[in-house]
Each structure stands twice: as structure tokens, then as C-alpha cells.
């Protein structure tokens, strides 16, 4: 069986229980997760630990959430108030978790279903998303990462251009597949607004009626503010665990999917 996990943001005992719901046997079973493994949660090393433990059982996206931690390991940005990294920043092992953690994709195509952590610009083929990840998975789990963490971060450009090339072109990938909610018809990427509240002139980048990737199925996590999505060809799985809501699982292979969800309400209390 194949299962698309929501953020677990580390929540790893939601994990735990998630797992033991759909009867999860890594000799026999795959589970892709959507992104945002570590941070908020009490337990991101926990996650890191079971997930690494289910080798090539599990794919693992990365999300905004685990390269801010990258970021924070290189000592180019202090953590938040919110953060719940300490655990993996004051391990013996850290590098070894920071390794893994810049091995994993940005996106991949699973049992037909395009799996991103945020979103497609309208301008992607899936062709097109798996090229321009593939080519960032490979700066991330290269030498040159370094040299370009500092230049991460930053909003522009805002549009995608093929003629893009660089740290401008790495990190409007980045921003697209990690950070992108709203974006125009054009595909200008928009990140100020409210996340239940799309400013003019911008629609949930899923919304763009013209956009390259409307027949091919895609599943997201990220957006917790809008819940569980099911559509036909459209998934987003962030059902907000780490807010105290649920942590979501959906069988995707064979025939009908088949949804699973465990109540993450101890998260609340936790707080």
C-alpha cells in the first residue's frame, strides 16, 4: 500500500498513531510525506529517527520548515520563540541528521500523483516541477549549498522565467514548492496576505483555471488553514496536527482512495 502523509511538524506519538491506523509494515508498505517534518511539535528528532529508520519505506519531502532548520544549524539565523529544534541541534549525531534531512527531494511523482510540499506555479508542466526540483535537490545535497544558504531567503522574483539561472532561479524553486499559497494568472507568487484571504488579483495557486498541471493529480500539505481538500485531482493533506486538529493519511494506490485520521488534540493542550 501507498499512503500521502500530511505535516507532522514534528509530532511523533500522531505519527506513531497514524502508522498503527493504516496497519503500516515498511517491508510491505510506502508512505510519502508532504513536507514540514520537524518544528513546532515536541519531537522533531523522534520524527527524524522513525522516518530514517523506514529507509527507502518512506520519502520524505523537504518543506520550509526543515531548511529553516538547515539554516539555523549553519548559525545564519537565530531560531524563533515558536522553534522545536533543540533536540536535533544538540545531538551527538546532528550532522548525521542534517545529512539526511539535505538528501531528501523537493518533489516526486508517486502512484500518479504529483507530491509537493506548497504548490506548482501555473507556468510547471509536471515534467517541468520535477526538473527544476530535481535540479535544487541537487544544490541542496551538494557542496555548493553553503554558499547559498545565505541567499535563500527574499521574496523575488516573484515570476517564473526559464531564463532564470542562479541563486534568483534556486530560489524562486525553492519559494515555489515550500512557501507559495496565493499567486496571479501569470504566475506572480504573492506571500503577505492572510492565509484564508486572497488579496486581489490572486487566487490559491490550485485555483488558476489555465495552469499547466489541472489534469495531473497533485498532492500538497503546507496550507493548514484550509484543511483537508479532496478532489479528484487535487490533494492537500495539512490538517493541522501540530495545531491540534488531525494528522491525515490517504491510501492512493489501487482502486477508491481511502482516507485515515488521527485526533491531534493533545497537541492543542501542549500549546
Not at 513536507?35 to 530514517?52: C, I, K, M, T
Not at 531528501?104 to 502512484?111: H, T, Y
Not at 490572486?202 to 481538500?229: K, M, N
Request: hydrophobic share 45%.
Amino acid at each position: 500500500m501507498v499512503h500521502l502523509i500530511g505535516d507532522l511538524q514534528g509530532c511523533d506519538r500522531a505519527l506513531a498513531r497514524l502508522l498503527e491506523a493504516i496497519d503500516f509494515s515498511p517491508s510491505r508498505d510506502r508512505i510519502v510525506v508532504l513536507g514540514d517534518l520537524v518544528n513546532r511539535g515536541p519531537a522533531s528528532l523522534a520524527v527524524l529517527q522513525r522516518l530514517r529508520a523506514f529507509d527507502g519505506a518512506a520519502t520524505c519531502l523537504l518543506g520550509n520548515h526543515d531548511l529553516h532548520l538547515l539554516v539555523v544549524a549553519a548559525g545564519l539565523r537565530r531560531p524563533h520563540r515558536s522553534d522545536t529544534l533543540g533536540a536535533i541541534l544538540a545531538a551527538p549525531d546532528r550532522e548525521a541528521w542534517l545529512q539526511w534531512l539535505r538528501a531528501q527531494p523537493l518533489a516526486v511523482l508517486d502512484s500518479g500523483w504529483l507530491c509537493v510540499h506548497a504548490g506548482v506555479p501555473p507556468q510547471w508542466s509536471t515534467a517541468d516541477t520535477l526538473r527544476v526540483a530535481d535540479e535544487v535537490h541537487a544544490l541542496v545535497r551538494g557542496p555548493g549549498f553553503a554558499d547559498f544558504l545565505p541567499l535563500m531567503y527574499g521574496d523575488e522574483p516573484r515570476r517564473w522565467h526559464e531564463a532564470l539561472s542562479g541563486p534568483e532561479r534556486w530560489r524562486f524553486v525553492i519559494n515555489a514548492l515550500t512557501r507559495m499559497r496565493y499567486c496571479s494568472a501569470e504566475g506572480d507568487l504573492e506571500f503577505a496576505s492572510k492565509e484564508t484571504e486572497a488579496p486581489p488579483g490572486y487566487l490559491p495557486w490550485y485555483e488558476i483555471p489555465d495552469r499547466a498541471t489541472r489534469a495531473q493529480p497533485v498532492a500538497f500539505g503546507h496550507w493548514s488553514a484550509q484543511g483537508l481538500i479532496d478532489r479528484p485531482t487535487l490533494l492537500g493533506l495539512d490538517t493541522g496536527c501540530v495545531w491540534g486538529r488531525q494528522l491525515t493519511a490517504v491510501r492512493v494506490d489501487g482502486g477508491r482512495r481511502e482516507f485515515v485520521q488521527v485526533d491531534c488534540s493533545e497537541q492543542a493542550r501542549a500549546h
